[in-house]
């Protein structure tokens, strides 16, 4: 019997492949303590070796996603404490970035009533991110007298326009889904009262699909963007080549053998049976 997914600050509900995973600070509107932060590395390195799990959905209890860094326990707390601020900084680029980024397994944000500030993090590190069309976004920090910091402003430059970020980081003004969907800041924008079903629908899809070519994917585009065309060539023949030897389900022999000889499935419209 393993042990429980038991945690102060995050609610994790494991149904059928996917991981619904909850910050669960409602009171304060989800702001991201110390102690939120070492949950979420506990419970996303345990997520990611978990043969129950095939997609982890990240989303938040109460009025909103997440109101960003906590500014009484994050900030002001730790701010004569040295030593302990090292380890909160580690720790919430561990899981936000660290982690999630690179997660084996795809991870959707889904993301409602609100999400500011440090909140983008984890927001640009899953694959994808629904949201509610009512959504309310903001890079707030200027309105404090902080700079986007973190990883934020680099993670927000590699994801939506120079002029987009300038505009956002620059004046802290809020924004909707719909406009997050414009700029591609997000997968989707979709009515607040389906974005559960929405959600689920494309982690459900996800399931249907060969977990080592997900991952292999995964990897291949977000390693191969930092690369030359030579090394990006040479590193995705070898990814290629890893992909097929960790594959224990066969995926690439089983997809070619149902079209060329049973003629079972196309391809180009769906996925071989797994
Ligand atoms: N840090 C610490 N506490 C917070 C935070 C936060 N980021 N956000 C909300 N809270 C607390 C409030 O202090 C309040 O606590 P209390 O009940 O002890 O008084 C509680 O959560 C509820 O907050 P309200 O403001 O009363 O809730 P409301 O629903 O009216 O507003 C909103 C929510 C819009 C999110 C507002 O709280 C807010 O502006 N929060 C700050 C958002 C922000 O700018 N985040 C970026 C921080 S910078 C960074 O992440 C790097």
Redesign the pocket.
Same mark, same amino acid.
């Given at each position: 019997m393993s042990k429980p997914y038991d945690y102060e600050n995050v609610l994790i509900n494991i149904d059928k492949g996917i991981a619904w995973v909850s910050l669960n600070r409602p009171?304060?509107?989800n702001?991201m303590s110390p102690a939120l932060n070492h949950d979420m590395v506990e419970v996303l390195s345990r997520l990611e070796t978990d043969a129950d799990v095939g997609v982890v959905v990240l989303g938040g209890e109460g009025?909103?996603w997440t109101? /960003?860094?906590?500014?009484?326990l994050f900030f002001r707390d730790l701010d004569d404490k040295p030593v302990e601020r090292a380890v909160a900084h580690r720790e919430t680029n561990q899981w936000r970035w660290n982690h999630l980024y690179t997660f084996s397994k795809p991870t959707i944000a889904m993301v409602h009533g609100?999400c500011?500030?440090?909140?983008f993090t984890q927001l640009i590190a899953c694959d994808f991110a629904i949201a509610a069309e009512d959504a309310v976004f903001?890079l707030?920090?200027v309105?404090?007298g902080?700079i986007p910091a /973190?990883i934020v402003s680099k993670a927000l430059m590699d994801c939506i326009p120079y002029r987009d970020a300038l505009d956002l980081c620059l004046t802290g003004r809020t924004f909707d889904g719909k406009e997050a969907d414009r700029m591609r800041l997000i997968t989707r924008a979709v009515p607040a009262d389906a974005l559960r079903a929405e959600t689920e629908k494309l982690a459900r899809s996800l399931l249907k699909l060969n977990p080592e070519a997900l991952r292999g994917t995964k990897q291949a585009l977000k390693v191969s963007r930092g690369m030359s065309y030579d090394q990006a060539g040479d590193y995705l023949a070898a990814k290629f080549a890893e992909q097929k030897f960790r594959d224990v389900e066969g995926g690439y022999a089983k997809g070619i053998s149902q079209f060329i000889d049973e003629k079972s499935y196309r391809p180009a419209f769906e996925a071989y049976s797994r």
């Amino acid at each position: 019997m393993s042990k429980p997914y038991d945690y102060e600050n995050v609610l994790i509900n494991i149904d059928k492949g996917i991981a619904w995973v909850s910050l669960n600070r409602p009171d304060k509107r989800n702001a991201m303590s110390p102690a939120l932060n070492h949950d979420m590395v506990e419970v996303l390195s345990r997520l990611e070796t978990d043969a129950d799990v095939g997609v982890v959905v990240l989303g938040g209890e109460g009025k909103g996603w997440t109101a /960003g860094m906590d500014l009484s326990l994050f900030f002001r707390d730790l701010d004569d404490k040295p030593v302990e601020r090292a380890v909160a900084h580690r720790e919430t680029n561990q899981w936000r970035w660290n982690h999630l980024y690179t997660f084996s397994k795809p991870t959707i944000a889904m993301v409602h009533g609100f999400c500011f500030g440090g909140g983008f993090t984890q927001l640009i590190a899953c694959d994808f991110a629904i949201a509610a069309e009512d959504a309310v976004f903001g890079l707030s920090e200027v309105n404090w007298g902080i700079i986007p910091a /973190g990883i934020v402003s680099k993670a927000l430059m590699d994801c939506i326009p120079y002029r987009d970020a300038l505009d956002l980081c620059l004046t802290g003004r809020t924004f909707d889904g719909k406009e997050a969907d414009r700029m591609r800041l997000i997968t989707r924008a979709v009515p607040a009262d389906a974005l559960r079903a929405e959600t689920e629908k494309l982690a459900r899809s996800l399931l249907k699909l060969n977990p080592e070519a997900l991952r292999g994917t995964k990897q291949a585009l977000k390693v191969s963007r930092g690369m030359s065309y030579d090394q990006a060539g040479d590193y995705l023949a070898a990814k290629f080549a890893e992909q097929k030897f960790r594959d224990v389900e066969g995926g690439y022999a089983k997809g070619i053998s149902q079209f060329i000889d049973e003629k079972s499935y196309r391809p180009a419209f769906e996925a071989y049976s797994r």
